[in-house]
């Protein structure tokens, strides 16, 4: 594929220094990309090996331990999930049960209520009968005595109306004692299951706030999975170095994706580099190193622009011993490059 202008594919001895160790600094992270792990997860995945270097066994390994690690969190996340919805499903049916209880316990009050005002209503009703009893017969010269008739009789018979009207505003107000103090305990009942449906209610809510919480783990656990198979399938692409002399920069680039770049010094900035493809074939004996071939691509000079003005005279002097123009020497193998 053509390379940008300026920028060249180059073996890596030919870039002699870092600026300011940006490499050691950039690359330290960003080659764990390389391979997909780090160094230690890939030595802690072969635990065997004499030593911790990666090997293309060691490396799968700790692809697959990633791998595995992702699936536990999701079954842990799973886990949860499903807790926080039970936990969710008996906080809403206590609540459901206890407001059950709270409208049974509001019904068995009703009678008392209706009771209490049909009561308080009698004992007005009966405090103003005996009031209008009082002010009609005791007021001095309230009685009409008939000499035909019986005065001890009516007295008595008055004496006696007075003490049932008494007797009836007492009797309503011992029943509008017992009343109250029966509806003073269902009230204290009913705001006990109020109570325990507001606990319920901030248990219900905090088992939904904390299922959200769980969903969301989930969600992320199972999108960290898919990236960290995503990734591991870029890793699998080919891995592309470049050196521009342009912008004096070191680029590694897996596919399409950027990897790391860093700055680097070139001894010769201006001399061309020319393109050399380097292909790793397999890997070497150990799989600690691989096998490489590279292909350089044959790059001649630029043709000299074609002027369309009539050209000149010359002497026969100029025309016999002029040099021919000067082409750029640019590499055609690697290793000239080197």
């Known amino acids: 594929s053509a390379i940008p202008s300026g920028d060249v594919a180059a073996a890596a001895p030919f870039v002699t220094s870092v600026a300011n160790g940006t490499v050691a600094d950039a690359g330290s992270r960003n080659l764990d990309l390389l391979f997909g792990v780090p160094a230690a997860a890939a030595a802690d995945a ?15 390994a700790a692809r697959a331990a990633k791998l595995a690690g992702h699936a536990d969190a999701i079954l842990k996340a799973e886990i949860q999930r499903d807790y926080d919805e039970a936990r ?59 000499t035909g008739g019986d005065i001890e009789g009516k007295l008595a018979a008055l004496g006696s109306e007075e003490d049932r009207l008494e007797g009836l505003v007492h009797s309503l107000l011992f029943e509008i004692e017992d009343l109250e103090l029966e509806l003073a305990e269902h009230r204290g009942s009913l705001d ?6 507001a606990n319920f209610e901030n248990q219900r809510r905090e088992a939904q706030q904390s299922l959200a919480r769980s969903n969301e783990a989930l969600k992320q656990a199972q999108l960290a999975k898919t990236s960290a198979e995503r990734a591991m399938q870029r890793q699998n692409l080919p891995i592309t170095m470049f050196v521009s002399r342009k912008t004096g920069k070191l680029l590694v680039r897996q596919g399409a994706e950027p990897l790391f770049d860093a700055a680097v ?44 003005t009539p050209a000149r005279p010359r002497s026969r002097e100029t025309a016999v011993g002029a040099p021919p123009p000067a082409r750029p020497n640019i590499p055609q193998t690697a290793s000239a490059s080197l």
């Open 88 to 146: 969710t499903k008996d906080a809403a049916l206590d609540v459901r049960d206890a407001m059950e209880l709270v409208d049974a316990a509001r019904d068995e009050m009703k009678p008392f209520e209706v009771a209490l005002q049909a009561a308080l209503r009698g004992k007005a009703s009966a405090q103003a009968q005996l009031a209008a009893f009082i002010a009609r017969n005791r007021q001095a010269g309230g009685f009409e005595f008939d």
């Open 265 to 308: 010094k070139i001894d010769n900035p201006d001399a061309p580099l020319g393109t050399h493809v380097f292909t790793a074939l397999d890997y070497a004996t150990g799989e600690r190193q691989l096998n490489w071939s590279v292909v350089s691509v044959a790059a001649g000079g630029k043709e000299p622009d074609r002027d369309t």
């Open 46 to 60: 072969a635990p065997d090996a004499f030593t911790p270097q990666r090997t293309r066994a060691s490396v799968a």
């Open 192 to 197: 006990r299951l109020l109570e325990t449906v």
